[in-house]
């Protein structure tokens, strides 16, 4: 596609069931990152991928959240045993750049997250 | 304190006139300096970028940055209801990770 596309766009689930957020960057971008904005704050880095590698997932709240990518495409973030706190819109974006910010960061729309 | 700080607003103006925004960072070591716009329930994209201190204009929209002060500004003029939206200010030492600001909603009144 023409840009980053996230699924699924919202998502309400109970306290305690797990959940899969995916992320299809655009072609050819080699790093993804994932990003957490909660109502009324600043986007949160959660955690960055050059390829298939993680080489920084210092902003994973818990070990309940963990993340993976095939190759230089799809990405996923699950987040096991949801808590209300978890409710957020999760962001992901890619860029063709690797490693440096100067590369400009395409996010998608975003997964809304609802934990009741 | 939070490393980037930026007044969430709500900032109401009417059509044409000159938006002011700005963030004030803690953190010396930042020296990519952005602003992203994000329309209700969509991504964010990236506005202007501006490497260190210094002004750098693109349209109607003019970025500044004195890491003196630690404070960034971005400012609009002849806004249009167009430009209605929130504000992120981003920033980052020499790497991948972005750290932003809580933006600022602002809406442009016909």
């Known amino acids: 596609g023409a840009g980053v596309s996230q699924s699924p766009s919202n998502k309400v689930t109970e306290k305690g069931k797990d959940v899969e957020l995916r992320c299809d960057p655009i072609?050819?971008?080699?790093?993804l990152y994932w990003y957490r904005q909660r109502l009324g704050q600043g986007l949160e880095f959660l955690i960055y991928f050059q390829g298939n590698s993680a080489p920084d997932k210092s902003g994973l709240p818990s070990d309940r959240f963990s993340a993976e990518r095939t190759g230089e495409s799809v990405s996923t973030l699950t987040i096991q045993r949801t808590q209300q706190e978890d409710s957020a819109v999760y962001l992901c974006?890619?860029?063709?750049?690797?490693?440096?910010?100067?590369?400009?960061?395409?996010f998608g729309e975003g997964s809304r997250l609802t934990v009741l | 304190q939070k490393e980037v700080e930026q007044d969430p607003g709500p900032l109401s103006v009417p059509e044409g006139a000159i938006v002011s925004l700005n963030c004030t960072y803690s953190n010396s070591a930042f020296q990519y300096f952005m602003w992203y716009r994000q329309y209700s329930r969509k991504g964010p994209e990236l506005l202007m970028y501006?490497?260190?201190?210094g002004n750098k204009e693109d349209g109607r929209f003019t970025a500044q940055v004195d890491k003196s002060s630690k404070y960034i500004s971005l400012f609009i003029r002849d806004s249009q209801p167009s430009d209605s939206a929130t504000y992120l200010c981003a920033m980052s030492a020499d790497d991948y990770k972005l750290s932003f600001g809580a933006g600022t909603t602002v809406t442009v009144r016909a």
């Open positions: 072609s050819g971008h080699t790093a």
């Open positions: 974006a890619s860029s063709i750049t690797s490693g440096s910010v100067t590369g400009e960061l395409f």
């Open positions: 501006t490497y260190s201190s």
